[in-house]
C-alpha cells in the first residue's frame, strides 16, 4: 500500500514560491515532487511506509524552513 501526502505553502508571490521551489529541487527526484501552482508550492510524497512518509516529509520541511529564513534574509 501506498501511502500519499500533500502539502500547500501560500506566498505573497510566484516569485517567491518559485524561489523556495528552485532552492528545494534536489529533494524532487526521489522522494517528493514540487510544484507551482499560481503563488502557492505543492509538494507531494508518497512512501511504501507511514514512518518512511514522515521522515521524507521531516527532512522537507526543514528544508523549507531553511529556504524561508534565507529569503527573508535572517
Do not use: N, P, W
Amino acid at each position: 500500500m501506498r501511502i500519499r501526502c500533500r502539502l500547500e505553502f501560500g506566498y505573497a508571490s510566484k516569485a517567491q514560491a518559485e524561489k523556495i521551489a528552485r532552492s528545494l529541487k534536489v529533494d524532487d527526484e526521489a522522494y517528493i515532487t514540487t510544484t507551482i501552482e499560481g503563488r502557492t508550492l505543492v509538494a507531494e510524497a508518497e512512501a511504501d511506509a507511514f514512518l518512511s512518509l514522515l521522515h521524507t516529509l521531516d527532512d522537507y520541511l526543514a528544508c523549507v524552513a531553511v529556504a524561508e529564513k534565507v529569503l527573508r534574509g535572517a
